[in-house]
């Protein structure tokens, strides 16, 4: 399946179905790249709902017995299959010897956290000293605003982009509050152009160039939720430091979706959660990453008895040994249910590895571009055609899982369709239905029968639409 180094996923498509003989929109060529794809097994790792089990399906439409098309991944992924296994071990544990499960076990409690976070190194390109497994991820990004941004009278303000997550804005936000500053004056926002929908790096290293003498924080998404944009990381760290700017990143939507070099890019720090690429269910246990560089010099706002070295830890002197980096950030025991959950997926990760799972992805969502393209680009020739316009930039490393899709019939009518034909994704406003379909649980032939799927669902949406007016 693996393309050479130079074939974008439209040529492999292409060459695909020229040794089969067929349009590149055929069946075959999903069935062949499934037939190629190294990773076609790990789907057997997760519990895929079926048709009959979703809530809003109409059974007259669909197999009942089939897997649903589940492509939000983006925002709750999929449960793996050992996740139960793992809870129950827990709970098994807890029943029969109490307090002594903090101390035994494969998951002893009070270190439940540090047997796991070693399994998270290579999705986020850090060392495990850089990495701690705590919290959510807006608290998370609390307690490191809390160290990072320390503002003065001429370096006051926290630069973020246009439309961020409203969790992010809203931490941002409270923050200035926190410290006495005008929201309006020092919440730094860059848009994109009119009549754009994406950010272009240029305008974000302008602003930084121009005004960074005056920024304290710089905190960017590492891919925009809405938009589906993978901002460039690396880029906008050294923009940044150049320029006196700590450096962070709120990767909720990259972890677990593309290559990550945390370590290596010199990021400051950076938070994430775990629930959705990383698949360890609603509320998982969050991420946060400092670099080492700030080990001895950044130090935790607030302090807890996590943050105390574990070999001093129970002489209850009350005289603090913090942990050096992240790890002094951790506050209280770790939850170990939600340890089980997370542990259950990234023994996955470790198997696929983050490589292998890019490469399929960018060929997955390449595929689902390139149908999307062929049957719903906007036709000058007929005016009255539905069409699909994809506002996630094109570029295969200006992405990655998701395309955010707009439409010419409401969005309303477009998502109620596919929902009843078991299309699991989402709508976000203003206007957008968000699909993502994931390389370790969504094959190809899942693409090919989505588009089927639109195409019925637009009949339907259209026909409502009309029926409006």
């Known amino acids: 399946m693996e393309p050479s180094p130079l074939e974008l996923p439209a040529d492999t498509v292409q060459r695909i179905a020229s040794e089969l003989r067929c349009h590149p929109t055929d069946e075959r060529v ?4 499934d037939e190629e794809d190294e990773l076609r097994h790990f789907k057997e790792h997760f519990h895929i709902p079926k048709m009959q089990d979703l809530p809003v399906v109409d059974l007259s439409l669909v197999n009942k017995d089939e897997n649903a098309i589940y492509f939000l ?22 029943a029969k010897m109490g307090a002594y499960g903090h101390d035994l076990g494969k998951r002893p409690w009070i270190t439940g956290d540090e047997t796991i976070v070693g399994l998270m190194n290579d999705i986020v390109g850090a060392n495990e000293k850089e990495i701690a497994l705590m919290n959510g991820l807006t608290v998370n990004l609390h307690l490191l605003l809390l160290s990072f941004f320390k503002p003065t009278p001429k370096r006051y303000k926290i630069l ?4 961020a997550f409203p969790s992010d804005h809203y931490a941002v936000e409270s923050q200035l509050q926190l410290h006495g500053l005008n929201i309006e004056k020092s919440m730094r926002i860059v848009k994109p152009r009119e009549g754009e929908e994406t950010l272009r790096i240029e305008d974000i290293l302008e602003v930084i160039e121009k005004e960074g003498d005056s920024i304290a924080v710089i905190l960017f998404s590492g891919l925009h939720f809405y938009t589906g944009q993978v901002f460039n990381i690396p880029a906008i760290t050294r923009a940044g430091q150049a320029k006196g700017c700590f450096v962070g990143f ?19 720090f950076a938070c994430w959660c775990s629930y959705k690429y990383l698949n360890s269910g609603a509320g998982g246990l969050a991420g946060a990453f400092v670099h080492e560089k700030h080990a001895h010099t950044i130090k935790p706002a607030l302090v807890g008895w996590f943050g105390h070295e574990l070999s001093t830890r129970f002489k209850m002197d009350n005289k603090l040994q913090l942990i050096p980096g992240v790890s002094g950030f951790r506050i209280s025991n770790p939850p170990i249910l939600l340890v089980c959950s997370l542990h259950a997926s990234l023994e996955i990760f470790k198997q696929a590895t983050m490589k292998a799972l890019r490469r399929k992805s960018i060929l997955l969502t390449g595929y689902l571009e390139y149908l999307i393209k062929h049957y719903y680009d906007k036709d000058k020739a007929d005016t ?3 069409f699909v316009n994809i506002i996630t930039p094109s570029g295969i490393e200006d992405r990655g899982c998701q395309l955010t899709l707009t439409f010419s019939v409401p969005i309303k009518y477009v998502f ?10 989402d709508k976000r406003e203003p206007n957008g239905i968000r699909v993502a379909p994931v390389p370790l649980y969504n094959s190809f032939h899942d693409v090919h029968k989505f588009i089927s799927l639109l195409a019925s669902a637009l009949d339907s949406a259209e026909i409502k639409n009309n029926s409006v007016f």
């Open 384 to 386: 009255k055609k539905p």
């Open 73 to 94: 991944g983006n925002s709750l992924g999929l449960q793996p299959k050992m996740v139960k296994t793992y809870l129950e071990e827990e709970l098994d544990k807890w």
């Open 416 to 425: 109620q369709e596919l929902e009843k034909r078991g299309v699991v994704c």
């Open 30 to 33: 999903a069935l062949r790249l």
């Open 160 to 163: 973020l982009e246009a439309k």
């Open 250 to 268: 709120d990767l909720a939507h990259a972890v677990g979706n593309v290559e990550l070099h945390l370590h290596d890019w010199g990021v400051d």
